[in-house]
């Protein structure tokens, strides 16, 4: 074979040889391709359901959290609203509290104007509304709810006010219990000083008999008289010991003395001793005088106090 020929017979050989593996290439080539193609549609697949899950999970979350917001949001107006219910409840109670004391007032100072010598005691409400507003409750809270809901410019200034009334009348009615204690505790102290001195009247009027004293007869059985009319007509009040057998007794026997030239240590003792009565016995007035006079003063307070607190019990929302 000719040098020539052979070199032509290899030169087609490695161009076979050559196409042989382009082919091969050729075909990995699109397998490769095929199968990136098909991962690329899977992997593409995985990340779009990825984000659709990641979305819908967030959709989700925000559906979820807006509703439990506006769950808590319609909680805290519901109880802002039950806050304004409850202090505007309170406030009436208190406003019914004010009116009923001044009842109360009134009524026990009518009764000592009837008879200023027993003590009538002042029916006094509970104040635990009172006491709650002034000392327990959290106004802070309660002055915001006010404001928010008040439709008046002076809603901070009016919530003032009441809580300054409120205090006051507290405080008012706190001080009307211990001024009512200690009147009746004086009412008592000196009724018993009364009636102690009209025992001791009676137990010296009692022994007296014509002829076994240095008093003139017309006198003993006058005293015996008065102690035996005053007794038989005594209705049992205080002012009767005063008025029908201190007074009467007193002026008897200071008549006797002014008209006689002798006093004597009976005259004296009976004189000392009536004097003794009718001054124990208008101390007792004069101190159920002034309880009187104190109950005026709160009642003309409550009165302005109650006007006022009407007034601003209209600015609540």
């Known amino acids: 074979m000719s040098d020539t020929l052979k070199v032509l017979l290899d030169s087609i050989h490695r161009l076979q040889s050559r196409i042989s593996q382009m082919q091969t290439v050729s075909n990995n080539t699109s397998a490769s391709w095929e199968f990136l193609k098909t991962s690329m549609a899977n992997g593409l697949g995985s990340i779009i359901g990825g984000f659709i899950g990641v979305g819908g999970s967030l959709w989700l979350y925000n559906k979820q959290s807006k509703k439990q917001k506006a769950e808590e949001v319609k909680i805290y107006k519901q109880q802002q609203e039950e806050k304004l219910i409850y202090f505007s409840m309170l406030l009436e109670k208190i406003a019914n509290v004010i009116n009923t004391m001044q009842e109360n007032i009134k009524q026990s100072i009518n009764l000592i104007d009837i008879d200023n010598t027993n003590f009538y005691a002042l029916t006094v409400v509970p104040l635990e509304d009172l006491d709650r507003v002034s000392n327990k409750l959290n106004l802070e809270e309660y002055l915001l709810v006010y404001i928010k809901h008040s439709k008046s410019n002076d809603s901070i200034k009016n919530f003032q006010n009441i809580i300054s009334l409120v205090d006051s009348t507290y405080h008012l009615l706190l001080n009307l219990e211990k001024t009512t204690e200690k009147a009746g505790r004086v009412n008592f102290e000196e009724g018993q000083k ?108 409550l009165k302005e106090w109650q006007n006022e607190f009407i007034e601003l019990l209209k600015t609540l929302p």
């Open 194 to 301: 009364v009636a102690n001195i009209s025992s001791k009247l009676r137990d010296l009027i009692r022994p007296l008999s014509v002829g076994r004293t240095t008093l003139p007869t017309d006198t003993v059985l006058e005293l015996h008289k008065i102690f035996g009319d005053h007794f038989s007509n005594s209705k049992g009040e205080l002012k009767d010991v005063k008025n029908h057998f201190f007074a009467p007794i007193n002026n008897l026997i200071l008549t006797l003395m002014h008209s006689s030239s002798l006093i004597t240590t009976e005259m004296e003792i009976l004189a000392v001793t009536s004097l003794d009565g009718m001054e124990a016995f208008s101390s007792l007035e004069r101190e159920m005088d002034e309880y009187k006079q104190l109950l005026n003063f709160d009642l003309n307070q």
